[in-house]
């Protein structure tokens, strides 16, 4: 079993940074892929940035394109998100998910994100 342990969400106001963690541990495996969700109320879960744990390739949902930044400490197995420039748009919930090789995806807890203008 994986367990995934997310962590700096909070209150900022419109234009703050916050930094988001998430890191993983439990039973011997593979990531494959780390990535951040996020889902606010009324709304349907979306990807919000993805990062390929071998060669660190990224991806990002258009909206937050140039204002955050999904990162990973390998030896931690930690997966980070910085995120700049916040708008009241970004409040929801951040979910942190892992895709390990073999297995499922995993997905932490949690973490509340507002955003206020």
């Known amino acids: 079993q994986v367990q995934l342990v997310e962590s700096g969400g909070g209150l900022v106001q419109a234009g703050g940074s916050l930094r988001l963690s998430c890191a993983a541990s439990?039973?011997?495996?593979?990531?494959?892929?780390m990535a951040w969700f996020r889902q606010a109320p009324g709304k349907e879960r979306e990807l919000v940035a993805r990062?390929?744990?071998?060669?660190?390739?990224?991806s990002y949902v258009d909206s937050v394109k140039g204002r955050f930044t999904i990162s990973r400490d390998n030896a931690k197995n930690t997966v980070y998100l910085q995120m700049n420039s916040l708008k009241p748009e970004d409040t929801a919930v951040y979910y942190c998910?892992?895709?390990?090789?073999?297995?499922?995806?995993?997905w932490g807890q949690g973490t509340q994100v507002i955003v206020s203008s």
């Open positions: 990062i390929t744990w071998n060669d660190g390739a990224t």
């Open positions: 998910n892992l895709k390990p090789l073999p297995g499922p995806f995993y």
């Open positions: 439990g039973r011997t495996f593979r990531i494959y892929t």
